[in-house]
Nanobody
Framework: QVQLEESGGGLVQTGGSLRLSCVAS????????MGWFRQRPGKEREFVAR????????HYGDSVKGRFIISRDNAKNTLYLQMNDLRPNDTAVYFC???????????????????WGQGTQVTVSS
């Protein structure tokens, strides 16, 4: 059974930084692309970033480009999201997810992922 556990969320001031981690178990982590999403209250789950299995390629949502960095350590079965220059609009619950197998395109919608963590809250104060 796939398990994903996010950590690293918290309260930070505008302009601050946080680093999220997602530890995966129950899957061949190094063989799958992974993603980060976020969800604000009353909103749809929003694509944040994606990384291919060997970290060759990364993709970002428009709202976080240039501020967030996705990375992974396959030896530790861990996915990361470095978040810099945080803004109040970044306040959300952040989730990591496993991309479905067989997705040929760049996976940027929640439907393209089939295993999710419980999420970690990030709150950015103004």
């Amino acid at each position: 059974q796939v398990q994903l556990e996010e950590s690293g969320g918290g309260l930070v001031q505008t302009g601050g930084s946080l680093r999220l981690s997602c530890v995966a178990s129950g899957l061949a982590f190094s063989t799958t692309a992974m993603g980060w999403f976020r969800q604000r209250p009353g909103k749809e789950r929003e694509f944040v970033a994606r990384i291919t299995r060997s970290a060759t390629y990364t993709h970002y949502g428009d709202s976080v480009k240039g501020r967030f960095i996705i990375s992974r350590d396959n030896a530790k079965n861990t996915l990361y999201l470095q978040m810099n220059d945080l803004r109040p609009n970044d306040t959300a619950v952040y989730f990591c997810a496993v991309q479905r197998p067989g997705i040929g395109a760049v996976a940027t919608t929640a439907e393209m992922y089939d295993s999710w963590g419980q999420g970690t809250q990030v709150t950015v104060s103004s």
